[in-house]
């Protein structure tokens, strides 16, 4: 089932939302103070583009100063609204039956995409 579910999801928006990801990652890692948001651009776009099965772990660090730190730099400079789309797609989803599975894909990467650092994608 999940990977029909990825295969789905890849065909209807999951690899042009995956590119955009990638693109903004490597824009980011041209500098040396945007490496670390996009590093975690290569990782959100690895949830997004196939996230059936995966499932989201916070780890250690991410009661630590740096995650605190740089995951408010994040949602002032987009995480908040990458969010928000997820959330929008989410419920537009569950208005159909058959849109619920990719639904609950749509509200666990809103974890992911509002606070990425400190995470851990499992």
């Known amino acids: 089932m999940n990977f029909l579910g990825n295969i789905i999801w890849l065909i209807f928006g999951g690899l042009i939302a995956a590119l955009g990801y990638v693109i903004g990652g490597i824009i980011l890692c041209i500098t040396v103070i945007g490496l670390p948001f996009g590093l975690q651009c290569f990782k959100i776009a690895g949830m997004v583009l196939f996230p059936f099965g995966k499932k989201i772990v916070t780890t250690e660090s991410a009661s630590g100063c740096f995650s605190l730190f740089a995951n408010i730099i994040w949602i002032l400079c987009g995480g908040l609204w ?10 537009l989803l569950t208005l159909t039956i058959i849109g619920i599975p990719f639904a609950k894909q749509h509200f666990k990467l809103i974890e992911l995409s509002l606070m990425p650092f400190g995470k851990r994608i499992m």
């Open 82 to 91: 990458t969010a928000l789309n997820h959330l929008f797609w989410g419920i």
